[in-house]
């Protein structure tokens, strides 16, 4: 059996909320999908959390919700899920990337100020969707201050940072974004099977979003345009869609959120651990402004011509690495948009050495064990 690089924590509680909700008189639009997002609200120090049916959705909407465009282009890192990017192009936007930082793997700011610098006022972009690659926040302070000089908003792609702090703040504060986007896919932290939440502390782009969750519909007496026709009336008032989360899922993400310090705590001790008995490998590096929920724990190879040597060996002994990300704008539906296969240097480089190896908060000792031995027997 192969190790995996993520997996699901199900407990018996998880197992009886989701039962529960199975026998009761709403299995979608009831209160339980409130209930997830106040939990949600309350954890991060947040106004408002919009709860979906995928962090892609979530993505989605915000960028709709910040009113990205045919006419507007949005910025982002070339080291993340390609649904980041995707959501830009969903509302008809241009993308571009901004390289990484060698050392954190997320957007450089420095890279990101000198591409701004060198943009002319007509191509600056609407939005920047900064990405907190394997549960690491971006550097929003400064991130923030560029977007109050350029005049550009910012959406966080938290879908690997659930639990994280930064600055001594959850992320998912949005104290220096717009919206922060988290992802409940079984890999990531905590998980609803399928789902994601926006969170915001602006009331507007709160009630976008929820209207584009459900076809711009909506029953709210204060939105309606014509004079209500009768107690059936509701009016279409945005081009929305079907983005809801169920009972179901909401009933996980409530239960499963109760465990989400346990969970980060455990997979910190895991990282932990391995930054002190792996050698041979580049270790991930935290910064002191930083508490990473681990979602992910990516070394990197020193020769970049032993990579794929290292990685087959790597999974012929069981062990399921995988590699977090392939550069966006090297995929054939990017470089149909135009992009240079070599587009961001510093991308490439990642590209050429990054290894995921398992963490997650079921990692039993033994594996973890077995993961220590296989990369310290690697040759270089
Ligand atoms: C998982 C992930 C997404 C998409 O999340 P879904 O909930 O699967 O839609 C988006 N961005 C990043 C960085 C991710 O890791």
Redesign the pocket.
């Known amino acids: 059996m192969m190790i995996p690089y993520g997996r699901q924590d199900i407990s018996e509680d998880d197992i009886n909320s989701v039962i529960d909700v199975l026998s009761s008189d709403f299995l979608t639009q009831g209160p339980q999908v409130p209930q997830f997002e106040k939990a949600i609200s309350q954890y991060c120090g947040v106004n408002y959390a919009v709860a979906v049916n995928?962090?892609?959705?979530a993505?989605h909407i915000a960028c709709l919700a910040l009113h990205v465009g045919t006419e507007d282009i949005v910025w982002t890192s070339p080291i993340?899920?390609a649904?980041?990017s995707n959501a830009a192009l969903y509302c008809g936007a241009k993308v571009d990337f901004v390289d990484i930082d060698p050392l954190t793997f997320n957007i450089s700011v420095g890279q990101l100020n000198r591409k701004l610098e060198r943009t002319p006022k007509n191509l600056l972009p609407k939005v920047v969707i900064a990405?907190h690659i394997a549960g690491q926040s971006c550097e929003m302070e400064e991130i923030h201050k560029l977007g109050q000089e350029y005049g550009f908003k910012i959406i966080e792609?938290a879908?690997?940072a659930i639990g994280a702090r930064h600055c001594g703040s959850p992320v998912g504060s949005c104290k220096f974004s717009d919206i922060t986007v988290f992802?409940?896919?079984p890999v990531?932290i905590i998980t609803t099977a399928?789902?994601?939440v926006a969170t915001t502390n602006d009331k507007a782009l709160f009630t976008r979003m929820e209207l584009l969750r459900s076809h711009g519909i909506t029953r709210n007496e204060a939105f309606l345009k014509n004079p209500s026709h009768g107690p059936w009336y509701y009016e279409q008032i945005d081009l929305g869609f079907n983005y809801r989360m169920t009972e179901l899922q909401a009933a996980l993400g409530t239960s499963q959120l109760k465990r989400l310090d346990e969970f980060t705590n455990i997979r910190n001790k895991i990282a932990q651990r391995y930054n002190s008995e792996l050698k041979t490998v580049e270790l991930p590096k935290v910064s002191e402004n930083n508490y990473s929920s681990f979602h992910l724990y990516i070394i990197q190879v020193r020769n970049p011509g032993d990579h794929l040597a290292i990685f087959n060996e790597l999974r012929d002994k069981g062990i399921g690495v995988n590699l977090h990300y392939i550069p966006v704008y090297k995929h054939p539906y990017y470089e149909r948009l135009g992009f240079r296969d070599d587009y961001c240097p510093q991308a490439e480089a990642y590209y050429r050495s990054a290894i995921s190896l398992p963490i997650y908060s079921r990692l039993r000792d033994t594996d973890q064990q077995k993961i220590i031995s296989a990369v310290n027997s690697i040759k270089v």
Do not use: I, R
């Open positions: 995928s962090a892609t959705s993505l993340t899920f649904a980041t990405v792609d879908s690997h992802s409940f896919h990531k399928e789902g994601g």
